[in-house]
């Protein structure tokens, strides 16, 4: 990923504002595959109960700012997170040293610049994306350069990177294995959930922490020796964060990382060159061969370790690639130029967030961005709610169906919430449920032109709209008329957004004259083979002019 400084190289909105009518261990690594071709339909759902009234409603478009998706952009503190293009999300690195700030014991931390840039972010009602590193060349202008731990030092031999002016770090060292393992543990111990974070690189390995030296890298007939960590020393690594990070989502930069080493793993990928054409002839670095793509391009190397349906559990993250983002919308759907299909890049990678530094300066009114915010990560609509219309004793059934227009899932067990709002406005009664907003799998997918099933581009039926049902309970609720509403709770308090009404039905308390009205509502859940030698052009050579904050 590349910095808001321009660095290197070569939230559902706070209420699913969807209204119901109303140890370092040595690990086997797997070698490449053949592409996974296309994926098992998810068993379909239930259907809703006969005795209740189905309630059709009108999907309205769906916020721009839902919670864990679209674009981020850098944190600093005391920006005004309010400001620009509506995001949720806001990306910041940190460098190791500034946690591990010991000279002499490498098993203290301090937490302190972390928890302060979460406490802001989670302030404006956003979530964060973060990584930490030990190598970044210039260093960001408020983290530093050399992020190496100072306990490193007469333990670890470092190295320099003559082509970046960065110190280098043995990542094969038993003593830096160890002294990483033991801060992941602490990490996941202390953040694994924390629901102000929504996604973690895995970061630490190599410049800006992307998991790569280049120029000093497996590829040494170019007389530069390699200084990545051996695939087995990488995959303990993998190894220490799957095991202290169980809830909060994980991503490592390709899907050949240590050898496909989180291939098997619950962790996602970023590609941090997001829909980029680079060379001559120009050449994708997102889209496979099979569409113009490089044969080191982020999709092609998942097709190549036979992962390119990870996202089904895994997110997708990265960034857009810093040259392109301020046209990268202009020729929507399609692309121009540096600019690959920005939709097909979307929908093969299946694709959550990006961060996106100059979205700061999109018009919230660009239709072509919205569609492609809409589309990136989960499009929840309420399609239909089923509740009878008179409800007489203890107890009342209430049904949802909800579907997914997008290319993800939404990644997290949020809670829904339903709720019964009298005629005043207020929300007399609510109900948690077990729903599971996981489980609302994209409608359609767009195969790979690798999988032989028709030309490009073909869709393939893949989700099925949701229906869930719940039974409430109605003690303590006046005779009388109320609205049924929906929301999905974010842990995050997203309190400081403001809020925008939902749509709703109303579900009469007898007495009652058996009417009910359906307004439009949309899903707002309110309240992350071996690597071919870089070549010139390729996305390791360039380098990117400074811009200073």
Not at 510 to 523: I, L, N, R, V
């Amino acid at each position: 990923m590349r910095t808001a400084l321009w660095r290197r190289r070569s939230a559902l909105a706070a209420a699913l504002c969807t209204a119901a009518a109303t140890a370092v261990l040595a690990v086997a690594t797997p070698s490449a595959a053949a592409p996974a071709g296309p994926p098992a339909r998810p068993a379909a759902p239930a259907t809703p109960s006969p005795s209740l009234t189905d309630h059709p409603l009108t999907a309205a478009p769906s916020p721009l700012d839902n919670p864990l998706k679209g674009f981020a952009r850098f944190y600093f503190p005391g920006d005004n997170q309010n400001s620009g293009y509506p995001r949720s999300l806001a990306w910041s690195y940190f460098g190791l040293s500034e946690v591990m700030t010991s000279a002499t014991n490498c098993g203290t931390y301090d937490w302190s610049i972390v928890d302060n840039a979460l406490n802001e972010i989670a302030s404006y009602g956003n979530q964060a994306a973060i990584r930490l590193y030990m190598e970044y060349p210039g260093g960001t202008g408020s983290h530093p350069g050399n992020a190496i731990p100072h306990c490193f030092d007469g333990h670890v031999t470092y190295r320099n990177n003559t082509f970046w002016g960065t110190v280098s770090p043995d990542y094969d060292s038993p003593y830096l294995l160890s002294a990483v393992s033991n801060f992941i543990a602490a990490f996941g111990a202390r953040y694994d959930g924390d629901p102000r974070i929504g996604f973690i690189n895995l970061g630490l390995v190599g410049l800006w922490g992307e998991w790569h030296t280049w120029p000093f890298d497996t590829d040494t007939a170019d007389g530069y020796p390699n200084l990545m960590p051996t695939d087995a020393h990488g995959a303990q690594i993998i190894q220490a964060f799957d095991t202290a990070f169980n809830q909060t989502k994980l991503e490592v930069r390709y899907p050949d990382s240590a050898g496909g080493a989180a291939n098997t793993r619950d962790i996602g990928y970023h590609d941090d060159s997001f829909c980029y054409r680079e060379g001559s002839p120009l050449a994708g670095v997102t889209l496979p061969q099979s569409m113009g793509g490089a044969d080191y391009a982020q999709l092609q190397r998942a097709l190549n370790m036979g992962v390119e349906n990870k996202w089904i559990t895994s997110s997708m993250g990265g960034e857009v690639r810093p040259e392109i983002q301020s046209s990268a919308f202009s020729a929507w759907p399609g692309g121009s130029g540096q600019v690959d299909n920005m939709k097909a890049c979307i929908e093969l990678e299946h694709t959550t967030w990006k961060i996106n530094q100059t979205s700061q300066s999109y018009s919230p009114t660009d239709a072509n961005v919205a569609a492609a915010v809409r589309l990136m990560g989960y499009d929840l609509t309420a399609t239909h709610a089923y509740y009878q219309n008179t409800v007489s004793g203890s107890t009342a059934t209430v049904g949802v169906t909800l579907a997914n227009n997008g290319v993800a899932p939404f990644y997290y067990p949020w809670t829904v919430t339903l709720g019964l709002k009298n005629s005043a406005g207020t929300v007399v009664k609510t109900w948690d449920t077990p729903w599971d907003l996981r489980t609302v799998q994209p409608l359609k997918i767009r195969a790979f032109p690798d999988w032989g099933v028709g030309a490009d581009p073909t869709y393939r039926d893949f989700g099925y709209p949701q229906y869930f049902q719940s039974a409430v309970s109605l003690t303590g609720v006046a005779t009388g008329s109320y609205q049924l509403v929906m929301r999905v709770k974010n842990p995050s308090r997203r309190s400081a957004r403001p809020r925008r009404s939902c749509g709703s039905a109303t579900p009469p308390r007898t007495p009652t004259d058996g009417s009910a009205s359906a307004a439009s509502a949309s899903a707002r859940p309110a309240a992350t083979p071996p690597h071919r030698p870089p070549r010139a052009g390729s996305p390791h050579r360039r380098r990117r002019p400074a811009a200073s904050r």
